[in-house]
């Protein structure tokens, strides 16, 4: 299993110390270890300690690969497993859910996401403002699909909802936390839109530690 001692996420395993950038080590960042909910053979599952809203995950895999395309074969029946997991969970809140994901199928340079280290999120989110969200995401990114096929060596972003998707971009441009701005804007977070604000930001600061104290001892 591939591991980069100076990875975020390959911390989790190491148990280290986190990585942040320099203008965020002064932040606690114990919330990156603490709140496995899942923990299981490839993958682990947590809260995101900047949630952009409540009860926002991340899927983790344990092997330092740079996007969910590059998971190797045996991975993906836990994959799916996870994800069905996720799902049932928002659905006993009468949630329906969001998937995405900025990639990166290289490893020159981390695309749009923050770390370089695959991480696909989930949201819940109500069925108006799936449609809403997806109406927005297609407004600026547009109906021209890439196939998932064609990315080789390509930065993307990737979509999932109940009634949408799978769909992938390509993102030539790489736009910096694209999704989150997006769901910050729908449901009128505008300040959550930057995972920055949510730790920097005393409120939003206080907002996600509220959130992630209702994972303690809670398993998927």
């Not at 096929?149 to 030539?172: M, S």
Request: hydrophobic share 35%; aromatic share 12%.
């Amino acid at each position: 299993m591939s591991i980069d001692y100076q990875c975020e996420f390959c911390s989790l395993k190491q148990m280290d110390k986190p990585i942040l950038p320099n203008n965020l080590q002064e932040v606690n960042t114990e919330g990156l270890h603490n709140n496995l909910i899942y923990n299981g053979t490839f993958f682990y599952v947590k809260p995101d300690v900047s949630p952009v809203v409540e009860n926002h995950l991340l899927i983790i895999p344990k092997s330092h690969v740079f996007c969910m395309k590059l998971l190797p074969e045996e991975c993906k029946e836990e994959f799916d497993e996870v994800c069905q997991k996720i799902i049932d969970f928002y659905s006993t809140m009468g949630k329906g859910y969001f998937f995405f994901e900025h990639g990166c199928c290289s490893d020159r340079e981390p695309g749009s996401a923050c770390i370089h280290h695959a991480h696909l999120h989930a949201v819940p989110i109500s069925k108006e403002q799936e449609k809403r969200i997806v109406i927005e995401v297609l407004n600026y990114l547009g109906t021209s699909f890439t196939d998932s096929k064609q990315l080789v060596g390509q930065t993307y972003l990737y979509a999932k909802t109940e009634h949408f998707g799978p769909k992938y971009w390509a993102d030539r441009i790489q736009r910096s936390q694209f999704f989150r701005i997006v769901i910050s804007t729908v449901i009128g977070e505008p300040k959550r839109a930057r995972w920055q604000n949510c730790l920097i930001d005393d409120d939003e600061r206080e907002k996600s530690v509220q959130w992630m104290k209702k994972f303690n001892d809670f398993k998927l």
